[in-house]
Structure formats: C-alpha cells, structure tokens
C-alpha cells in the first residue's frame, strides 16, 4: 500500500467525515462507515502523483503486500515479455484480480492476466486492494485478492498534464503526456471524458548502467590480494571472514560468462595425452598439447589456436541486456453517461491502447556437434590434420542433427563431427518487440427500481452491462540464428569453398546474412463478460436494515497462440520454441450477499453486523464442472474507538487457456527409471518390482539395463483439458482503533492466512518426481503418476514413441499468513508562512507488513517436503520474502504549497540454499560461512517529492525517488543484473518533474 493510504474497512480516508453510500471493494452492497469484514488498501491520484510514476505496476510493486513480479515490468528482459502484472502475496499473477471500475478488464494472452500497461496512471481517481481470496464476489482468479481501479469518469473541461523522469547514472530520460477533456451536455443529464496518453522509456542497458549491473558474476574463490574480477566496472571484494580453498583466497564475486565465445571454443573431442598417438601428435603440431576437455579457441585472425581457458575466455553476457526495457504507448480512453430518465442511466467504457516494449539480449550462441570439412580452406594445415585424424579415429555411422537437418556421418568420409561453441556477436544483439493492440468496450444500463414496500426490497437499485476486450500481440524476434542454415554454411557445397569462416573473428555480413532468421509470433485473446444484478434492501431488523445484492454472470475467454513455423520447428537458436495454442473456457454464475445487522445501541455492541456471500459457478470444462464459493465475516463496534472484524472465505481458480490447451512440447533431460539397474540397490524391491511389471516393463527385464540403455529418458510436457480448479481458504481477523481522544488518528492491525490446494504445475513436479512417486511411494499402477508413464512393451523401455506425458496437474500447495499494520495521523501546526498560508498541517501515514509464513508443497503427495521461504530469497523461493516489508510517509502542507518525505523498507533476507535446507531438517544444510554473501542487507529508500499550485489552473509537481542514490544488494542468485532488479531500485536516484494545467 503507497504512502498516504490507510487499512480503512471503509475504504475511505478515516481523516474525512462520514461517506455516504459507496460501493467499496470487496462487496457488491453500498454501504458506509467502518462496516466491511476485510480490510481494504486505498492510494489515489495525489499519491500516484508523488511517488513520481509512470506506470501504475512500480506503484504497486510499492505495495507491501505484492510480491515482485520479475517476469513484468520495466525489468523484466524477458522473451516472450512486454508487459507489467501484479503479484498479490506472492502467489503469481494469475491468481489475483485486476478490475476498473469494478469489472473485469481486458486480457493479453492465454495465461488470462492484465496488462497493467493499458491502465493510465493519470486517470486513476483511486486504487483499492483487497487481500485474500474474493471469489464469491467477483468470481474466478481472486485467490488472492482484488485490485479495482476506480478512473475519474465525470469530468468537465480540459487538463493537460506532462512529467519527465529522469535518472542520475545515464541520464536516461522518460516522457509522459496527458491530455483529457470532458463535458456535461444535455442539461447536465450526460457526461463525456476523452482522454489520450502518449508514454516514451528510454532504455537502459546494463553496460550502460555499470557498476553492479556490468559484468556476468558467479560464486567463486579470490585469490588474496587480487581483489576481485579484473575486468573494467566491477566494484566487488571478497566476503570479509568467509575462507575457501586456493592458498588462503576468499569468496567472492568473479567475472563469470558463458562459455561459447565470439572466437569460439571447439570441444565434444578427445583430450590430449590419450591413447591416439596419431591425435597427440597432430594436437601437438597445432600447440594443442596442453588440450582439455575444454577445448580450443581461436586468435582474432583465426590463424592460430590455443586451449581454452575459464574464466579468462568467457563472455561477458551483462553489456548487451537491457536493464531498463524501452517503451512507448499510445492511448486514449473514454468515458460516457446519459440519464435518459431519473431512473435509467446509460453508460459507457471504451478504452484503446497500443504499447511497444523491446527486449534486448547478448547476441545468439550455438554450442552443438557440427560436421566441418577436414580440408576446410579457413584452417592451417596443421588443424586441418587434427580434423583428419578425428575424422579417421570416428568408428561406426553417427547422425549429426542441426535443427530441421540431418547429417550422416562415417568414418574417413571427409568429415569430423565437433562442437561448436560460438557467440555469433557479427550478427548482432538478440532483438524481440512486443506489440500489443488492446480494444476494450463497456456499455451498460444502471438506475433505481424504487421499493417493493416500504419494509420489504426497498432502495432497489439494478446494473446490468455487458464488456468486449480483445487483445492482439505480435512478438518481432530479430538476429536469431537458423541452427541448419549455420550447419550447411561452414560445409563445402559441391566443392565451393564455404560460406561462413567461424574460426576466430572472421565472420562477414555476407556469412551472417546467410545464417541470420527472424521470426514472428502473434497472439489475439478475447474476453466477454456480461452480468446483471440487483442490489438494495431486504427488509429491516431492530438493528438497521438487512442490505443484499443478487445477481448472474457469463464470461467467456478465447486465447490463441500462433508460433513462427521456423521457432516451432525447433530450428531458430537464441530464442525458445513455441507450440500453437487454441482454446476457450466460459462459464455461467449466480451469485449472492447480504449484510445483516445484529446488535446496535447496547453496552460494548454499537454495531454488530454479519456478512455472507456466495456463488455457483457452472464451466464448460469436465475437469470443473460446477464450483460453489462462499464467504461469511462479522463486524464488530465496540465503540466510537475501537471495531474489530473478521472473516473466512473459500475461493477458486478456474484453469487458465495455457494450463488447459498449452501445446505439447517434448523435452529430452536426464532422469532415473526405478525399474532399471540405474537406481538406488536399496528401493530394488519387490513392491517396486510389481508396479513395474503392472506399468508395462517385461519381468525379464526389471531392474536391468535393457529398462533404460542410456540416461536420457524424453517426456511431454503442456496442457491438460482435465484439470480441476484450484481451492483456497482465507481467514482474515483485525482490529481498527480510532480513538476518541485522537479523533484525526487511525490504526489497524489485520491477520491474514491463505492456503491454496491444487496448485497447477506439471505433473508430480517433472519427470523424475512423476517417476518416484508412481514406483517408490504410492506403487499403485492406477495412479495418475504411474498412468503417466508409457513404456515399449518389447523391452519395458520409455522412449519414442513411448514417451512419459508430464502435462499440467493440480500437483502442489501453497499458504502464507502475517499481520499488516497500518497508522496515519493528521494534525494542524497552528501557525503558516507568509505569502503561502495562514496555517500549516503535518500528514502521517504508515504500512508494514509482517510476514509469518509462506510455505510451498511442490507435490501434494509429497507432504512432508515443504519449503519454507518467509525471510528468504533463491532459485527456489524466487524474489526476497522479507520479515518486514513497509512505507511510510511524512507530508507538510501549507497553503498551495505540499513538501513530503517517504521512506521505503525492505527488510534483510537470506539465501534459501540455506534456509530451505535448514527448516527441512537436511543434514546436507551448508554452512553459512561456506556461501558467498549469504545474506542481503536492508534498504532504505529515502524520496522527497512536492506540488505546488503557482495558481487555481496550474500546479508544478516533482521530486527524487532513492536520493541516496543506493545501489541494489548484488547475488549471483538474482534472475537479472547480478540481483533482484524487481524487488530493489536499480535506476539509482531518478528526478521527476511535471506540470498541469487546467482550463
């Protein structure tokens, strides 16, 4: 939650008087006052305003109850990427709701999630965020709550508004322009707004950004007195007190990469000093006697070669990747209403936007076997020798693959099979566009039905509507590289000399024309929406009166993905192929809730009131069927100082389009089959034995090498159209203190506990859980796990076309709980400045949040195997899961004038290669001391801002954002640019400044 916004029940600032009725997240009835069951996050433009940013998601990543999320955003880098989403809680973005205006927005892509980039920051007139699952209100995806964009829809006159920011360590600028306008006509009875954005991100690359972000680091051991990596703008040292081998050396950061290189490293071939007296002796002509199963790289020239070497030789990936990602979006909403009678309202939504967000990674790499010619005219003699002994040492026929070509190659057939590790930096930076076309539409009718009696359905009121989005994504990837156009052109073509020299830097633009590919993928996802409902009250009680709201929902989502036939085919390196996706998923709803007032007016109850909602959802899936949710919560006054609140509610998630219909993708990796002679002596048993046989393995053959010839064992991984919905739990319990002697101050104290079951993943967690499970633990063929294993039935071999199908499955877990806090505190200093005002007043506000617990169960018939990631960060609990996470903001007013101060915290977190382990009970837990920078400091980010109203029509507003100009925590074990790019300011300190203008 931004600085400025309070854990209100009502949604409302508790600084202001009584509201009247309004329709706050989290339920469908009006109502007012601090009567809600659940806590409800509110900021709204001033705030927006202040944190200086342009985009709403980094405004949400401010939030303390959102997780990161480091495939969106400014940071992300990724391919397929290009937009920005939110992660309530941590539980991924597909598992919150994002809504404007109290329905649901439009969709990008079969993973059904917002793209936050369509949202326009200024036109937000308040943001609200509930946590904790929300489905029987507004349906599917709330596990984690709801996000609701409330946009400033009547307006009269023209505003224009412009902000530049800027960053100190490039200089980077960002361009942002507003402009709406707005009127009343026919006599007030209709409003229209009209309002259009034109956003312009500078990139920032991490060569450009230096310092933390340069260099390619890993874990490693530093020599003492050597510092740490030698190559220009790293600033690393070693870990103070932290030994490791190497004559007294320290651990530390050092300069890694990768090891396909510009001048390439060729390897996949005998050592030297081997058996092959011949091979030693050409290696020895070529200066290859010191060869190891490194491998050989090339001078410059490519005329002579040495063994390769590591780290010295690797390549730095960091300069090339964008840190910060360009972008520049055009877009125009509209908002319109018309009271054709004092009953009936028309209304309409229409929103288009186009964005374009670049991506920009190191230039393409392909390290796979290659056949070269022994006579190839680029080498000396003397490697063409080494090329014609290898050739002459091949024993047997061997297929050679190069994407969608296939290559036989015999022995002395003037051919020598090598891997070829190269980056091919000739043919540029890899380059992927993302450009999204989003058309949204909503039109609908609103107004009073007026009362059935006076006591019974009174104040009816009825909204009926119907929404169109549709979102359209081409994805432009550039300086690929077609891995049978790289084969065929290093090869002799009927006797001409080839086309492409890769020995050392000799690579032209004619050879990287002929190995360059582009390709382009697109996407087009729909949703439809149309719901009718009624709202008012039932009846009345002693207490009050008994408020409800009714109503029916039908949405229907379309999704599909159409790869680029070359990236299908598995033949383009340097980005990851795709398989097509088509599918749909709709689903009818009705839906129910009502407030009931129990107790007013009496000794320690000024109000008592309960709570309960509903929902039966009916899809069109086998898996899912028909799903209740449900939720029921009390409201409890005390009195004028003191209210608590409570309240429990079962969610659900329907299975998105690419968990349903994801293309099947098959995928070859090393795993261990139970019923052959690879696995553990120990579990050779006779209940394992049994199941194998039950699967399909001949009895002869159990437990022998015939099961499994080789390491590799291929399985399909994608969508599965039985999938069931995930199922959650919340709980929620609180307490506001408004005291009667601090009538300006507020506090609140909520407790939060989700738990989800079903989780989607693959199945069992991927291939060799599937296969564990199935033969050591549950040995049950019928099981899914074991009916997932397909096996030749001659010799009990998995293996094309018998291949283990791994699709996705409601496989896993996961459940947090903590506390939130949050305070604010408004008082008058009692004296101005001269020529600004009379008086002055001093704004305090703040939210923290405490983090209990937040534990994943990967496999749910694993249950003892659980990681415990609070405080945490790593490959396995993904971005830092601090203790303590909050804002907190100080703003002094005076007249037109407003100066504020926010301090941002996140607290210290430490590696889960640790921490996992160790709350697992693992004997196998490393010691602190033997990881290099175990831990991750706290920060604090300190951002001054201010707004000045020059006059009634013109404001100046401004600021700094990190003036302390603080680097983030750097670990090798951060998704991007050595750290959590997502989670810590990586822009350094950034200015902002902005105008508007109203007319």
């Given amino acids: 939650m931004q600085s400025g916004a309070v854990s209100d029940p009502s949604g409302q600032i508790a600084t202001e008087p009584a509201a009247p009725d309004v329709v706050v997240t989290g339920s469908r009835i009006a109502r007012s006052g601090f009567d809600a069951s659940t806590p409800v996050n509110v900021f709204n433009q001033q705030d927006i305003k202040l944190s200086g940013n342009l985009n709403i998601d980094k405004t949400l990543e401010q939030v303390p109850q959102v997780v990161a999320s480091q495939l969106g955003g400014a940071t992300s880098n990724t391919v397929p990427g290009g937009y920005a989403d939110v992660n309530l809680r941590g539980f991924g973005s597909t598992r919150n709701l994002v809504l404007v205006n109290g329905r649901r927005f439009a969709i990008f892509g079969p993973e059904q999630v917002v793209d936050l980039n369509t949202i326009p920051s200024s036109l937000i007139a308040r943001t609200e965020i509930v946590t904790g699952g929300s489905s029987a209100v507004y349906g599917s995806d709330a596990i984690t709550g709801v996000i609701n964009f409330i946009m400033r829809e009547d307006f009269s006159g023209v505003e224009g508004r412009a902000q530049v920011n800027v960053d100190r360590p490039t200089g980077t600028p960002t361009y942002n322009f507003d402009l709406t306008m707005g009127g009343n006509f026919a006599e007030g009875r209709g409003n229209l707004v009209v309002s259009g954005n034109y956003l312009n991100r500078g990139s920032i690359t991490r060569g450009e950004r230096g310092t933390f972000a340069y260099l390619s680091l890993a874990d490693g051991c530093v020599a003492p007195g050597s510092g740490s990596a030698t190559r220009p703008g790293t600033p690393f040292t070693p870990a103070a007190g932290q030994s490791c081998t190497g004559g007294g050396g320290q651990l530390g950061f050092i300069a890694s990469g990768s090891g396909d290189i510009p001048n390439g490293r060729f390897s996949g071939i005998p050592a030297a000093g081997g058996p092959n007296a011949a091979l030693n002796a050409a290696y020895a002509a070529a200066g290859l006697s010191g060869l190891t199963s490194r491998g050989f790289t090339f001078n410059s020239a490519g005329t002579a070669a040495r063994p390769a070497l590591t780290p010295q030789d690797d390549f730095n990936l960091g300069p090339d990747n964008y840190l910060i990602q360009p972008q520049k979006r055009w877009m125009i909403n509209s908002f319109g209403h018309y009271d054709f009678t004092d009953n009936i309202t028309g209304y309409m939504e229409l929103h288009y936007s186009h964005n374009e967000v670049n991506a920009r990674l190191a230039p393409t790499n392909i390290g796979s076997p290659m056949l070269f010619n022994v006579n190839n ?193 598995g033949d383009v390196a340097g980005f990851n192929p795709g398989l097509p996706t088509r599918g749909s998923v709709s689903v009818k709803e009705g839906f129910g809730e009502v407030r009931v007032p129990l107790i007013h007016d009496t000794p320690f109850i000024q109000n008592l009131t309960a709570n309960a909602a509903f929902r039966y959802s009916d899809y069109d899936l086998k898996g899912i069927g028909g799903n209740w949710t449900y939720l029921g919560g009390l409201d409890w006054r005390v009195n004028r100082s003191i209210a608590l609140r409570g309240q429990y509610q079962r969610a659900i998630r329907a299975p998105n389009v690419s968990e349903l219909y994801g293309g099947v993708n098959r995928v070859t990796g090393v795993a261990t089959d139970p019923c052959s002679n690879h696995g553990s002596a120990g579990l050779q048993t006779a209940s394992v034995r049994a199941v194998c046989e039950a699967t399909g393995v001949p009895a002869a053959n159990v437990f022998t090498a015939a099961v499994q010839p080789n390491t590799i064992i291929p399985a399909d991984f994608g969508g599965n159209p039985n999938l069931a919905a995930e199922k959650s739990d919340t709980y929620t319990a609180g307490v506001v203190f408004t005291p009667a002697f601090a009538p300006r101050l507020l506090f609140s104290v909520d407790y939060f506990n989700i738990k989800l079951d079903g989780a989607i993943s693959s199945l069992g967690g991927g291939l060799q859980n599937t296969l564990t499970l199935c033969y050591t633990v549950i040995q049950d063929a019928s099981s899914p796990y074991c009916q997932a294993v397909q096996r030749n039935p001659t010799t009990g071999e998995i293996n094309d076309p018998y291949v283990a199908k791994i699709l996705n499955a409601n496989t896993g877990s996961l459940r947090t709980s903590g506390l939130d806090f949050a305070a604010r505190y408004r008082f008058n200093l009692g004296f101005g400045f001269p020529g600004l005002g009379e008086t002055s007043s001093i704004d305090l506000s703040s939210t923290f949040t405490w983090l209990n617990d937040f534990t994943s169960v990967p496999v749910a018939a694993f249950p003892n195997i659980q990681n415990h990631c609070e405080g945490s960060y790593g490959p396995t609990c993904g971005q830092p899961l601090p203790i303590w996470r909050g804002t907190s903001r100080v703003t002094w007013e005076t007249g037109p004038l407003s100066l504020s101060l926010r301090h941002r915290y996140i607290g210290p977190v430490t590696t889960d290669r640790y921490l996992v382990p160790l709350r697992q009970g693992s004997t196998a837990t490393p010691a602190l001391n033997t990881l290099v920078y175990p831990k991750l400091p706290d920060r604090h980010y300190f951002d001054l801002s201010f707004s000045y109203d020059v006059a009634k029509t013109f404001q100046v507003f401004g600021g700094a954002n990190n003036v302390l100009n603080q680097d983030p925590p750097i670990t090798t074990q951060g998704p991007s640019a050595n750290t959590f790019s997502a989670t810590y300011d990586v822009m350094g300190t950034e200015f902002f400044l902005g105008i508007t203008a109203k007319f």
């Fill in 377 to 569: 005219p680029y080498l000396s003699p003397a490697l063409q020798n080494v090329l014609g002994v290898l050739d002459r040492s091949e024993t047997g026929n061997a297929t050679v693959s190069a994407g969608t070509a296939t290559y036989t190659n015999r022995p002395n057939d003037g051919l020598a099979q090598i891997t070829a590790g190269r980056r091919y930096v000739e043919v540029g930076p890899r380059m992927a566009s993302e450009r999204r076309n989003v058309f949204r539409g909503a039109w609908g009718f609103r107004g009073s039905l007026g009362d059935v009696s006076e006591n019974v359905l009174s104040d009816l009121k009825y909204d009926v509507y119907y929404t169109y989005s549709r979102s359209e994504d081409t994805l432009l990837l550039q300086n690929a590289l077609s891995r049978s156009r790289v084969q065929a052109a290093v090869l002799s073509q009927n006797g001409a000399q080839p086309v492409c020299d890769i020995f050392g830097a000799q690579i032209t633009e004619a050879c990287a024309a002929a190995i360059r590919i582009s390709a382009t993928n697109t996407t087009v996802a729909t949703q439809q929406v149309a719901q009718g409902s009624i709202t008012g009250t039932l009846f009345r009680l002693p207490a009050g009166k008994v408020g409800f709201s009714s109503g029916f929902e039908w949405r229907k989502t379309d999704a599909v993905f159409s790869p680029d036939s070359f990236l299908a085919s």
